[in-house]
């Protein structure tokens, strides 16, 4: 008798377990059905009253799913909750309606990501189904950003973008243009420790190249982190050594470190891996100027010129530049004591460097003829030396520019 209640016992027990399990893998189905059969018609047809009603149907019965243990490590019901949970993000954007917006929250777009994850992890059977998702994950990710991205708010956008970028790894792809918009917008938000992260695993992952290394180092460097920024600019330089834009950014980072012996070593080593590049030598030129070094400022971009006579942007660089350092040399003269005989040395410094302005700017105003701004200066320097006709010429052609 006793032998028979034990047996009725574990018979008794062993259909409970199986209608538990049952119950719950019921809740993965009411699910998918819920989902399927009700929720995406609705959207599609545009009844949000009937897809809310469904989605949140979904959603309670992917929760008990994804919360017992005979289910949550189920490929099928991490799927479905990621599913469900990006349709109740899909329809809080459609709808604009306040209670589900309100539930997509930072957590709530994680668990989702980190189930579709576990289920494309755990079983092969549902990694298309997974992808899918994900790929529409992406779309929508994307579209909320561009939006924030187009209204200035670059913060939201940075977030959107490394939103679409999480749930790309959620498959194990690097959606490497997400990375890089993020971390622009992360860059255009001050939040240059992000940007510089994001940057980070570009050039670890060989995108862009040198490129990612050279904006890694920048914005490491904006934020403050020399030392890092030097590290990554030594990783970037074992790949690309004579890459100029890497050089540059060794030259920034002396620069803000004051380090001028540094910044004169690297300009240095930029000048020989690329002699003959006008666009290296115009950089270098303004790199000088920033470092108050006037002579070197001038022989860099003269060298700019050497290698193409009409490049634009040196002349114009050229000539403000030596009207910058002609009124320069005339301000320190000025701040001399009456009778100082270096008065009279600074200012024939001046006046010819004054002089030394009028062929790079007037270069620079055939070929852009209404630039108000340089046919001012040019009137001014011709007045200054005595050359009325010209200076008058000038004036007449300042006052007719629109």
Not at 35 to 45: E, G, H, M, R, T
Not at 377 to 400: E, M, P, T, V, W
Request: charged share 25%; aromatic share 10%; with cysteine.
């Amino acid at each position: 008798m006793k032998k028979n209640k034990m047996k009725n016992s574990i018979l008794v027990g062993t259909l409970l377990l199986s209608t538990l399990a049952f119950g719950q893998k019921k809740n993965e189905t009411s699910a998918a059905v819920e989902f399927k059969n009700k929720f995406a018609p609705a959207l599609q047809s545009k009844d949000y009253e009937t897809a809310k009603k469904s989605i949140l149907s979904a959603k309670e019965f992917i929760d008990l799913a994804a919360a017992h243990p005979d289910t949550k490590e189920s490929a099928k019901t991490l799927y479905y909750k990621g599913e469900v949970y990006l349709g109740i993000m899909s329809l809080a954007q459609d709808s604009d309606d306040a209670d589900l917006t309100a539930m997509v929250t930072p957590t709530f777009m994680e668990e989702a990501a980190n189930a579709l994850k576990q289920s494309y992890a755990n079983d092969k059977k549902y990694q298309s189904d997974v992808s899918d998702v994900v790929l529409r994950a992406r779309i929508l990710f994307d579209k909320r950003a561009n939006a924030a991205y187009t209204e200035g708010d670059f913060k939201s956008a940075a977030s959107l973008y490394n939103w679409q970028a999480k749930y790309s790894s959620a498959i194990g792809d690097l959606d490497s243009n997400a990375v890089f918009y993020s971390s622009v917008c992360s860059e255009k938000a001050n939040d240059y420790a992000s940007a510089a992260a994001g940057y980070l695993t570009l050039a670890n992952a060989g995108y862009k190249g040198p490129v990612s290394y050279n904006l890694a180092s920048g914005a490491f460097r904006k934020s403050g982190d020399i030392e890092k920024a030097k590290g990554i600019i030594a990783e970037g330089r074992k790949l690309y050594p004579n890459d100029r834009d890497l050089l540059l950014e060794l030259v920034n980072i002396n620069i803000d470190a004051n380090n001028p012996a540094g910044a004169e070593a690297a300009l240095a080593q930029a000048i020989a891996a690329d002699p003959n590049n006008k666009q290296l030598f115009y950089p270098i030129g303004t790199i000088y100027i920033e470092m108050k070094e006037n002579k070197k400022a001038e022989e860099s971009l003269m060298k700019a010129l050497e290698i193409d006579p009409d490049y634009l942007d040196a002349q114009y660089q050229l000539g403000a530049h030596l009207v910058s350092w002609a009124g320069d040399l005339k301000t320190e003269a000025n701040a001399l004591k009456l009778g100082d005989y270096k008065y009279d040395v600074l200012m024939s410094e001046s006046n010819d460097t004054y002089k030394r302005a009028l062929a790079p700017l007037e270069k620079y105003i055939s070929k852009q003829p209404n630039d108000k701004a340089v046919l001012n200066i040019l009137f001014q320097l011709h007045r200054s030396i005595g050359n009325n006709d010209k200076a008058a010429a000038f004036k007449a052609r300042y006052d007719a520019a629109e």
